[in-house]
């Protein structure tokens, strides 16, 4: 559909990827995209950054409300 779903993410925000291939990963929120509900997070992976693409459903807040 093309319904926009509300969601508590803002740029800078902390976050855990909850679904494979990157299950548990903190990072930080870089990019949100409401049109299309993604969300580019920085990641650090085995001492890199590195940025994943996800749905906003693929990612849990973990910064303090």
Request: proline share 3%; no cysteine.
């Amino acid at each position: 559909s093309d319904e926009i779903l509300n969601f508590d993410f803002e740029v800078g925000d902390s976050v855990t990827i909850i679904t494979e291939p990157f299950y548990n990963y903190p990072g930080i929120i870089e990019v949100i995209d409401k049109e299309k509900q993604r969300v580019i997070v920085k990641v650090n992976m085995f001492n890199r950054e590195t940025t994943v693409e996800s749905t906003v459903d693929e990612s849990e807040s973990t910064t303090a409300a």
